[in-house]
Antibody, heavy 120, light 106 residues
Framework: QLQLQESGSGLLKPSQTLSLTCAVS??????????WHWIRQPPGKALEWIGY???????YYNPSLESRVTISIDRSKDQFSLKLRSVTAADTAVYFC????????????WGQGTLVTVSS | DIQMTQSPSTLSASVGDRVTITCRAS??????LAWYQQKPGKAPKLLIY???TLESGVPSRFSGSGSGTEFALTISSLQPDDFATYYC????????FGQGTKVEIK
């Protein structure tokens, strides 16, 4: 059974960089059939797709966040990571990692999510 | 950007009721639509993809329909475990979600 688990910084100050990692177990992140995504959900609000990466390191980002986002992959550790620069209070959200099939796709496996709070 | 609009925002229903949630896309997305169920503090769970294909393990009381710009999720007989928030998601061009429909106990 595939499992995804997020980890990383939970409390940030404005202008800092958010860094999260998603560890994948029960399957290989190097499988060519899948894409690896980050999605976030501000408290009480809807889901917002952030971006994804393939095992080839090709990346695709939400145009509204593209200037601040970097997603990377470490195939040797079966994990992928998110960096979001220059955070503000508007970036406060639960951040999920998820698996998709070859894009465009839906998301069939999700991590439990991790809350990131941006506050001065 | 493709905008997804769900209705209603909140739906009050009783166990055994047949409920339908609708999702409208701002432009045609063929059948590239998924539905998710989310409970408080949990990750979304995939219910349906390609508008009407039931994900493995999802009860058959859930069904999806539609294509183009108009879609629906129907629960044929609401069960206690079904009280949750439901989201539609398009994957025709990038990825966007609806704002959610909360199904609450009447």
């Amino acid at each position: 059974q595939l499992q995804l688990q997020e980890s990383g910084s939970g409390l940030l100050k404005p202008s800092q960089t958010l860094s999260l990692t998603c560890a994948v177990s029960g399957g290989s992140i190097s499988s060519g059939a899948y894409s690896w995504h980050w999605i976030r959900q501000p408290p009480g609000k809807a889901l917002e797709w952030i971006g994804y990466i393939y095992h080839t390191e090709s990346t695709y980002y939400n145009p509204s966040l593209e200037s601040r986002v970097t997603i990377s992959i470490d195939r040797s550790k079966d994990q992928f990571s998110l960096k979001l620069r220059s955070v503000t209070a508007a970036d406060t959200a639960v951040y999920f990692c998820a698996r998709g099939a070859t894009a465009p796709t839906y998301f069939d496996y999700w991590g439990q999510g991790t809350l990131v709070t941006v506050s001065s | 950007d493709i905008q997804m609009t769900q209705s209603p925002s909140t739906l009050s229903a009783s166990v055994g009721d047949r409920v339908t949630i609708t999702c409208r896309a701002s432009q045609r997305i063929s059948s590239w639509l998924a539905w998710y169920q989310q409970k408080p503090g949990k990750a979304p769970k995939l219910l349906i993809y390609k508008a009407s294909t039931l994900e493995s393990g999802v009860p058959s009381r859930f069904s999806g329909s539609g294509s183009g710009t108009e879609f629906a999720l129907t629960i044929s007989s609401l069960q206690p475990d079904d009280f949750a928030t439901y989201y539609c998601q398009q994957y025709s061009s990038y990825y966007t979600f609806g704002q959610g429909t909360k199904v609450e106990i009447k």
